[in-house]
């Protein structure tokens, strides 16, 4: 059973910085892809940033050259570095993971969600 725990969430100004973690607990399954998605009032949760086990990354659009995703692979830990914050970065951000378990095979979760409000 694998359980994500996340935190880091909080009220920023414009211009202003976040990080958020989210870690991975992992008795008998193996982590593959952790990332972050997000979801903002009235719309539909979209992705943010992901990485692979090997280090691939992929990144929403509107992300690219403000945010950075980072993972600690001996921690089953992924954190998101969020910079020059805009409110339309606002919304519930949800740690996703991708792991395999034996005899079942891969499994998705995700996580409770972190609140990011940015302030004008």
């Known amino acids: 059973q694998v359980q994500l725990v996340e935190s880091g969430g909080g009220l920023v100004q414009a211009g202003g910085s976040l990080r958020l973690s989210c870690a991975a607990s992992?008795?008998?399954?193996?982590?593959?892809?952790m990332g972050w998605y997000r979801q903002a009032p009235g719309k539909q949760r979209g992705l943010v940033a992901t990485m692979t086990t090997r280090g691939s990354t992929d990144y929403a659009d509107s992300v690219k050259g403000r945010f950075t995703i980072s993972r600690d692979n001996a921690k089953n830990t992924v954190y998101l570095q969020m910079n020059s914050l805009k409110p339309e970065d606002a919304a519930v951000y949800y740690c996703?993971?991708?792991?395999?378990?034996?005899?079942?095979?891969?499994?998705?979760?995700w996580g409770q969600g972190t609140l990011v409000t940015v302030s004008s």
């Open positions: 996703h993971a991708r792991y395999y378990t034996w005899p079942e095979g891969y499994r998705d979760i």
């Open positions: 992992a008795s008998s399954s193996v982590i593959v892809d």
